[in-house]
């Protein structure tokens, strides 16, 4: 088996101004907190909110491009957003093995997105299958 | 533990898998049988049993299994 518990793995993202604009563009999600940022301002953020699904846009960037076998598919995701993220921010992104199910070959792992200061933006887990 | 209350247990995570109050599996119980109940959701049940029981099954355990019954019947040799 290509993973065994305890596995970690870690990766930088920023979110860019192209990685939000092909976003906008894309799902045309224009919520004024993702968009205004006096409105955000207004709600108490310090500037506009990015989409937190920009988040699973790099989770699966990861899942597809970063594991050790391209030969992946995810099963099941679940994120917890804890602060919001804002543009041009950076992401410590990190992920850690924590079942192995040989029987089904399927990995299941923690992850988490952290900003520089260490503070947890978000996260979660996430089951893929190891295609044979 | 009985295989009855194995039996119970197996039947509480099809339903939480499945997401299902009204499934009611036995031991002759196929895939057939229960809807919803296709390849990625086996992942999902498997998964499911492995981490209720902390127990592993092999691949051979599964292709073994003709029914819920031979699934409780590997439950009961390896816990």
Redesign the interface.
Known sequence: MLFSVGDFFEQRFVISEMVYNSFLQTFKDQNPLHTQADFAVLHGFRDKVMHGNILNGFLSFFIGECLPTKNVII??QEIQYKKPVYLHEELNFTAEVT?V??????I?FKFGFKNTDGQMLAKGKF?I?VLK | MEKEDILAAVNAIFVDVLDNEDIKVGYETIANDVEDWDS?T???L??AI??HFKI????Q??MRWENVGEMIDCILRKI
């Open positions: 099963h099941s079942g199910y040989e029987s089904v070959n399927a299941e089951q299958g | 990625l086996h992942i999902e498997v998964v492995e981490k592993r099954f092999t691949s355990d599964i």
